[in-house]
């Protein structure tokens, strides 16, 4: 018989966690079903409809009880028949926690990603132009509650607040109008009538039943700390909410051990210490952003792949905090010294201080078009440490060869690129699918650039993050974060290695993957963007909390008048006083945008 609930062992034990030790164990019955149990909490797991669609891969052995306190909370509101609300802080945990428990429980899942382009087609139903007629086709609200799935909705104050009152009675009551005509009501009224009346009778009454495994799970950043819409108080008292805070200290510290066991200790304690620092009351009290504790996975990977990497290095990796005011770059500093992580002597400029191995990589990937000074040898090895564990955000001024580095990376890893200009007023449409109408008057659903090079492995360069709306960017968490994405028509984007597992634990084909519309992202897929640093002259900050939790930073500054001389020298021979004197007002110049954009 197949592994379709994915559990390979019966029982694991933890470490205690406020005194209340919980433990998970999984056992088989005489039925196809499967009883779990969290603590004292035992809940009998169904075999599911479409194994495809059941979250894969989140649910780790070496989960702390932080971890399982919360997933036995959900356990506890799922088997009373209740919707929950996940809060807590930017990053990738809530929706971890719930895919976990989908994981766990065997529930396939429907997913939508919240922005302020977020409208009622997109959750009840959509109408589409087939063959010449218009026909409606149910979207991820109403083919959730009909077919018992779970539905989570992320980014709940980022949509506008004539949106999700549409769910309001679904919520409450199990039912919904729908633009076809049909009427959808809660199964044990649609159980009654069918008794009285037969299937034949409530179909010509357009009665749709929702399934009593139907559950919707939201999550969402609490508002005024963070930017966003308050929830809207009916549809708040519709859920049970719970905090999602990060891991303990002690938990993280155990987790950063597992990932990177050659690593010393001493460097792990001083990169979570700073960490949690940096995420104390005190220091948001100072008005810091949030440091991205889920990312140090990270952080431990590049530094146990690269020696000469230090803990300093991969902090600011993660927490671009040299483009804050200066107040607040002093406040960090002052912390990391505490720490004695911060460097007093700053690095000198020097091919020297390349490593060996990328020596060879720049000798064995020489071009004659890019001509390479050693401070963009030294970015370039940065960008390379940082793009082998996850994306990459690269930020500087105009002009400053943001996207010649970005060129020159491809060209090292032997990737093809795909630019993507981003802008302000650009739709969560533009950036994933695009509706378009065929010549016949059909309309389909058409790829965007990003998905292309998802699918075609390539690296996806998204340039003017600092343009487009912070509500628009928030579609591409799940897709920077887990690889995994489901379109406006339907289809869904799994990673490589995802995507595999499937195929082996279910026996399913890619013909038949792709008939339920899952698609396969190229394990060569990755995004680099590209952005200008964030200036306090009347403008939102747009290196948000959530930004930051997105992507590794790369800060790269204008070349100095020697490293242009130099370049140009290269380029076209000997330079006259004329041109000299051209350079050295074009470095004032920039000094000096760049120190007024910093008051």
């Not at 019955?29 to 894969?56: A, F, W």
């Not at 309309?443 to 292309?452: A, G, K």
Request: proline residues 5%; contains cysteine; positive net charge.
């Amino acid at each position: 018989m197949r592994n379709y609930f994915g559990i390979h062992k019966s029982t694991y034990h933890f470490t205690n966690y406020r005194q209340h030790k919980i433990t998970y164990i999984c056992t088989k019955q005489y039925s196809s079903d499967v009883k779990i149990t969290l603590g004292n909490i035992t809940k009998v797991v169904k075999l599911p409809k479409n194994p495809q669609y059941v979250p894969q891969s989140y649910l780790q052995e070496n989960c702390g009880q932080s971890t399982l306190h919360h997933l036995r909370w959900m356990m506890q509101k799922d088997i009373l028949g209740q919707d929950i609300f996940l809060l807590g802080p930017p990053g990738p945990k809530k929706r971890n926690i719930a895919m976990q428990y989908l994981e766990l429980t065997s529930r396939e899942v429907e997913y939508v990603a919240l922005s302020r382009d977020t409208t009622e087609s997109d959750l009840k139903q959509r109408r589409e132009i087939a063959s010449g007629t218009a026909k409606y086709f149910d979207q991820s609200a109403v083919r959730a509650a009909t077919q018992g799935s779970v539905l989570v909705l992320e980014g709940i104050e980022k949509a506008e607040r004539n949106v999700l009152p549409v769910l309001n009675n679904l919520l409450e009551n199990r039912e919904m109008h729908l633009e076809d005509g049909r009427l959808l009501i809660p199964a044990s009224r649609y159980d009654k009538l069918l008794q009285e009346h037969g299937k034949e009778e409530l179909d010509k009454w357009k009665l749709v039943r929702v399934s009593e495994d139907f559950r919707v799970i939201a999550l969402g950043l609490p508002v005024p700390k963070y930017i966003g819409n308050p929830l809207d108080p009916p549809l708040r008292s519709r859920f049970q909410a719970r905090n999602v805070d990060v891991d303990t200290y002690q938990e993280y510290l155990s987790l950063l051990k597992d990932i990177a066991p050659t690593l010393p200790f001493q460097k792990i304690e001083s990169l979570v210490s700073a960490a949690f620092a940096l995420n104390s009351k005190e220091s948001l009290a100072m008005g810091l952003p949030d440091f991205p504790v889920e990312n140090l996975k990270f952080a431990v990977k590049i530094l146990e792949n690269n020696p000469g990497v230090t803990v300093h290095d991969v902090i600011s990796y993660l927490y671009p905090y040299y483009l804050l005011p200066k107040s607040s770059i002093k406040s960090v500093e002052i912390l990391l010294e505490q720490f004695k992580i911060m460097s007093k002597n700053k690095q000198t400029i020097s091919l020297s201080n390349l490593s060996q191995s990328f020596k060879n990589l720049l000798k064995n990937k020489e071009t004659k078009t890019f001509i390479e000074t050693p401070y963009q040898q030294q970015i370039l090895e940065k960008m390379l440490q940082s793009t082998k564990v996850t994306d990459l955000c690269v930020i500087g001024p105009k002009g400053c060869g943001k996207s010649i580095l970005t060129s020159q990376l491809s060209n090292l890893v032997n990737k093809d690129t795909e630019d993507i200009v981003l802008y302000h007023d650009m739709t969560s449409r533009d950036l994933i699918q695009q509706r378009t109408t065929l010549e016949n008057g059909d309309t389909v659903w058409r790829f965007s650039p990003l998905i292309t090079a998802a699918l075609e492995g390539k690296i996806a360069v998204l340039d003017g993050i600092h343009r487009i709306h912070s509500s628009t960017l928030s579609v591409l968490h799940r897709l920077v974060h887990d690889r995994e994405l489901q379109l406006y028509d339907g289809k869904r984007l799994i990673s490589s290695e995802k995507y595999d597992k499937i195929k082996e634990n279910y026996g399913l084909s890619d013909e038949q993957l792709h008939e339920s519309g899952i698609l396969k992202i190229h394990s060569g897929f990755q995004i680099i963007a590209l952005g200008e640093p964030p200036t306090t002259q009347g403008v939102t900050n747009w290196l948000t909390p959530e930004v930051i939790s997105l992507f590794l930073f790369q800060e790269v500054r204008p070349l100095l008048k020697q490293e242009e001389t130099e370049i140009i020298s290269k380029a076209f021979g000997p330079i006259c006083n004329s041109m000299k004197q051209l350079i050295e007002l074009g470095c004032k110049l920039k000094k000096y945008r760049r120190d007024t954009a910093k008051l």
